[in-house]
């Protein structure tokens, strides 16, 4: 059996509704038993409870977090009785979602109130798709008329779809489907992530990295659409041309294991699949690591500009330079970086930058 479990969240008015169509039909398609664990604000505030019918916004973030949570527990618990091999637990928003309508402090509060933190309710999730909201780029399809709990302009509807980005910001996949093509193609390009992510179609996946400047740190840590994220990663033994690592990934002792098969289809075109472990399978899997290649520390930035996300991978190695990547769905796309990210050059296809490559390099004499 696997149970698989997805956040799709976005702006308001990004088609998350409509997306739920399309995740039923596709996937059941593919032998999967499609599981819907319903938006709980929507639930709440059109059953009474809001922020502004409970004493304050924080005690009404306390019930929709523990709501929330227990909901997903309650699914997943009923997903692990069923005889069916594939299962896929589609959350409409997750517990990041809610970081949008509250202060740093508050969250905090809430998080501990339901006994966890921002990196484990993150992390919880297999993966995270964000639909753009269509006040950006699509706002003659704007409305608030479909959603009784939907209240925001386009301008509010805006600035909340960059808090939500901001609040995933970290997570190992992260994905954003902006409005650059029409609705119907937008759709596609959802359900064509997920397959992806899932191991069902191979989704090429253009990857464009860049030799910068060795960041100012202070900066993004400043950045409120900005996480720090420590990975170790490991190289495995392989008998084919594939490159097989493990990462360790999270911080402040808050981890999770990720095994990775990527296969190059040209220069700046790979499929990759991703598998979640459990500590004893990662360390189990350690043991076929590939002692030609250095054991990779480093700490990653995850950036969140626009519709892009973009990881800032800074080494101990190096005190004058980072690699700077990010990952589009169209190899021409325009790539513009914050001012303060200073790119020498790009190094897109370069095998001296290969993370195996720099594995196997003499690190001491760099």
């Known amino acids: 059996m696997t149970v698989t479990k997805i956040v799709i969240t976005g702006g308001p008015c990004a088609g998350k509704t409509t997306a739920m169509s399309w995740i039923q039909n596709a996937f059941s398609q593919k032998g999967y038993t499609v599981l819907f664990v319903p938006e709980t604000a929507t639930e709440l505030i059109t059953g009474g409870v809001a922020p502004w019918t409970c004493g304050t916004n924080l ?95 386009v301008e509010q509807a805006v600035a909340l779809d960059d808090k939500l980005m901001a609040a995933w910001a970290g997570h190992p996949h992260f994905r954003i489907i902006d409005n650059s093509c029409e609705f119907e193609d937008k759709m596609k390009h959802l359900i064509g992530e997920i397959s992806s992510f899932l191991g069902e179609t191979a989704l090429y996946e253009v990857e464009r990295k860049f030799l910068i400047e060795y960041p100012d740190i202070s900066w993004l840590e400043s950045l409120p659409n900005c996480r720090r994220v420590e990975i170790i990663q490991t190289y495995l033994k392989t008998v084919n041309h594939d490159v097989v690592h493990l990462r360790q990934r999270g911080i402040d002792g808050h981890y999770i294991y990720i ?73 021409n796309a325009t790539i513009l970086f914050p001012d303060k990210v200073k790119v020498i050059r790009e190094i897109t296809g370069d095998p001296a930058y290969k993370m195996s490559s720099l594995a196997a390099l003499n690190l001491d004499n760099n």
């Not at 969250?107 to 995270?128: I, K, M, P, T």
């Not at 002692?291 to 004058?320: E, M, V």
Request: proline share 1%; glycine share 2%.
């Open 59 to 153: 005690e009404y973030q306390k019930c929709q977090m523990r709501l929330q949570m227990e909901k997903e527990r309650l699914f997943e618990q009923a997903a692990r009785t069923m005889p069916d091999e594939k299962i896929l637990i589609v959350c409409d928003r997750g517990a990041l979602d809610n970081k949008a309508y509250m202060t740093q402090d508050e969250f905090a509060q809430v998080a501990a109130y339901v006994g966890s933190n921002e990196v484990e309710l993150r992390d919880q999730y297999d993966a995270v798709f964000h639909l753009v909201t269509a006040a950006k780029g699509a706002t003659e399809f704007y409305t608030t008329a479909n959603n009784a709990a939907r209240t925001e302009t």
């Open 259 to 331: 095994q990775t098969i990527k296969r190059e289809v040209d220069n700046n075109k790979r499929v990759e699949i991703e598998r979640r472990l459990s500590q004893g399978e990662y360390l189990r899997l350690l043991m076929e690591a590939d002692y030609t290649k250095r054991q990779l520390r480093k700490t990653r930035y995850c950036l969140i500009s626009g519709a892009l996300n973009i990881d800032i991978d800074i080494y101990p190695f190096w005190s004058h330079q980072a690699i700077c990547k990010t990952k589009l769905s169209d190899e």
